[in-house]
């Protein structure tokens, strides 16, 4: 009996009704094959096109209540201000496609952060980045370790390192802020149409992570990890060793987000990288990615940042209290919860 005949006869019936005919076979270096749900670059056609209609409501909206909305200044500040959640949600999307979950990159980004401020002040810039990347990536490594090898599972483990990073950034500053001088070309630089360097590093980075997920053997592994890892596992796929690599990608993208923030202030505050993770999993929920894995992409992730990044500076410039900010988003994170709930039990049926 083949690899995956086996799978078929031990999955449970109601995922073998899921499982489309049409679903390619991913064929791992060692000849084994598991079915997996094809990486598609968009995350089904009503999927994006549903975001695609909401972004264009909400620009027109906006455009029409808020006079200095539709600006080229004000487009590219929309732009900016999600560029950080969007380097840290392009990993994070290649988590959740896996079925991991990475709840420390708020705190990860404040530690690393403080980390290079500090050194920076003693040891000069240079030093100061260099620690900040050994850090984040022992951040990315720990991580790892708890889930791979403890089998923690991830939501608690980076809700535990949630507060062990954040804590040991406080630590280190005393709760002060740490400032750096010298350091404001990453954030603050307009190397092209007068656009941030963060936006440009966004969009690569963004461009980057799509095609690893629909191009690259890496990619379909990761997908075929969270659609289903017994499967995988019997086709020779190494779950554990792509989850780690996996971890350390986030933690790297955390760290150069931390750098943006310092870049950006010329110091870091408690207050750095607060709620950040509520913003990048709101997005990548909200692009389509599913909380059981399997399913999720680059392209739906960037219009749910985008569609955030336009609620909020259209509530700012119709001067609705930015508390409301918080509040909207946590309501789009439940109903994308809540619809992603409504596909799986649909796709049962």
């Not at 009503?46 to 909400?58: D, P, W």
């Not at 620009?59 to 004000?74: C, G, M």
């Not at 050194?119 to 810039?125: A, K, N, T």
């Not at 780690?244 to 760290?255: D, E, R």
């Amino acid at each position: 009996m083949s690899i995956v005949e086996q799978d078929e006869s031990e999955r449970p019936a109601s995922r073998r009704a899921t499982q489309s005919v049409a679903d390619p076979l991913i064929v791992d270096g060692g000849g084994g094959a598991v079915a997996a749900t094809r990486p598609r670059l968009l995350p089904t056609i009503s999927g994006s096109a549903v975001l695609v209609i909401v972004l264009a409501v909400l620009f027109t909206y906006f455009s029409i209540s808020a006079p200095y909305f539709l600006t080229t200044n004000n487009l590219i500040n929309i732009v900016y201000a999600v560029s950080v959640a969007g380097i840290i949600a392009a990993p994070g999307t290649l988590l959740l496609v896996a079925g991991q979950l990475d709840l420390s990159v708020g705190s990860g980004t404040l530690l690393t952060g403080v980390v290079m401020a500090t050194l920076s002040v003693r040891y000069g810039i240079t030093v100061g980045v260099l620690a900040a990347i050994g850090v984040g990536l022992l951040c990315g490594a720990l991580n790892a370790f708890a889930v791979t090898v403890l089998r923690v599972n991830a939501i608690i483990t980076t809700l535990g390192t949630l507060a062990i990073f954040q804590g040991a950034g406080l630590l280190i500053t005393q709760g002060q802020s740490a400032s750096v001088e010298g350091f404001d070309t990453l954030g603050n630089a307009r190397p092209l149409l007068n656009i941030p360097l963060p936006c440009f590093l966004f969009f690569g980075i963004a461009i980057l992570f799509a095609f690893v997920m629909k191009f690259t053997r890496f990619g379909r592994q990761m997908y075929a990890i969270g659609s289903n890892r017994v499967a995988a596992d019997l086709a020779g796929i190494r779950g554990d060793w792509l989850i780690v690599v996996a971890f350390l990608l986030s933690s790297l993208a955390f760290t150069l987000s931390g750098l943006i923030y310092v870049s950006q202030l010329g110091a870091t505050t408690s207050n750095t990288g607060a709620g950040l993770e509520l913003f990048v999993v709101t997005a990548i929920i909200l692009g389509g990615a599913s909380l059981t894995g399997g399913r999720g992409t680059i392209v739906g992730t960037v219009l749910g940042l985008l569609i955030l990044g336009v609620i909020g500076n259209g509530l700012v410039l119709l001067n609705v209290q930015p508390y409301w900010q918080t509040v909207v988003r946590g309501a789009l994170l439940i109903g994308a919860v809540a619809l992603d709930q409504i596909r799986r039990r649909q796709a049962r049926l």
